[in-house]
């Protein structure tokens, strides 16, 4: 089945950026929360959209945390768990999309040990700043945390084994360019295990230019086929996308819907041959 990556939406790129970074900023220093009416993994209630996520989120680690300060456990901004999907093992570079305040990281760079290393990409210099204090608490070598956008990644080409991303993709104007680089980035075998918010069915004009929606991980989320065409369209194979709560149910080779949209939890993964 051939899906026209052209069927994501346009939207405005700065803006979208702008009104993410502001509200990740608002998180870092208390002014806004990730566990609110507004936020990733609370309760949206806007004047375009009405979608609540508890049940989308719920525990999100099978992996245990009970190792890491509240400081990183409490700025957990996701919807799934990557790390579990990705199968990490000893000696791997490990790359993740929008890091955050670093908790995928941690966790990742505990399982790839001292041989292998992490790198965070996030373009919120506040988010950066605490995953940095983050790190000196946890007292991890193997990760280090840069600065820049998911669609053009400072990390140099064919040198990651695995790439994380939770729930940050769906926050991005522009996915076909952040799976581009990701393929990039990766080495050949290398593989893309994400966390996303997705969806069956389109937002209208008016859900995708509520930018508070669209930072709170709902509004940027984009249709299921549209989702895969970008991903085979940068070059990935073996795609697979699954809803959290149907994990039986494959759905990268679902048709475009046009109806309304039906958010979902969902596990992404792919490999550049």
Request: some cysteine; overall charge negative; glycine content about 10%.
């Amino acid at each position: 089945m051939n899906v026209n990556v052209d069927t994501i939406q346009p939207v405005d790129s700065q803006a979208v950026r702008q009104a993410v970074q502001e509200h990740y900023a608002a998180v870092v220093s208390g002014s806004s929360t990730c566990c609110g009416d507004d936020a990733c993994c609370g309760t949206s209630n806007t004047a375009a959209v009405d979608v609540t996520l508890d049940s989308l989120y719920g525990d999100l680690y099978t992996a245990d945390t009970s190792w890491l300060p509240a400081d990183v456990t409490d700025l957990s901004l996701g919807c799934g768990d990557p790390i579990t999907l990705a199968g990490l093992q000893p000696g791997q570079t490990v790359l993740d999309l929008g890091s955050g305040g670093g908790i995928d990281c941690f966790m990742a760079a505990r399982q790839v040990g001292p041989a292998g290393r992490v790198i965070g990409v996030d373009m919120t210099p506040a988010m950066l700043a605490k995953a940095e204090r983050n790190r000196a608490k946890v007292g991890l070598d193997n990760v280090e945390f840069r600065q820049g956008y998911i669609e053009a990644l400072p990390v140099a080409s064919d040198t990651v084994d695995v790439i994380l991303s939770n729930c940050v993709i769906n926050l991005s104007p522009d996915k076909a360019a952040v799976f581009r680089e990701a393929y990039r980035v990766l080495r050949p075998g290398g593989r893309l295990a994400v966390s996303d918010m997705v969806t069956r069915g389109h937002f209208a004009p008016e859900e995708r230019a509520d930018l508070s929606a669209w930072a709170g991980c709902i509004s940027g989320a984009e249709d299921v086929a549209g989702y895969v065409a970008a991903m085979r369209a940068a070059g990935f194979s073996e795609v697979s996308v699954v809803d959290k709560a149907e994990p039986g149910v494959e759905l990268a080779a679902s048709l475009p819907e046009s109806g309304p949209a039906q958010l979902f939890s969902a596990r992404v993964t792919a490999v550049k041959k």
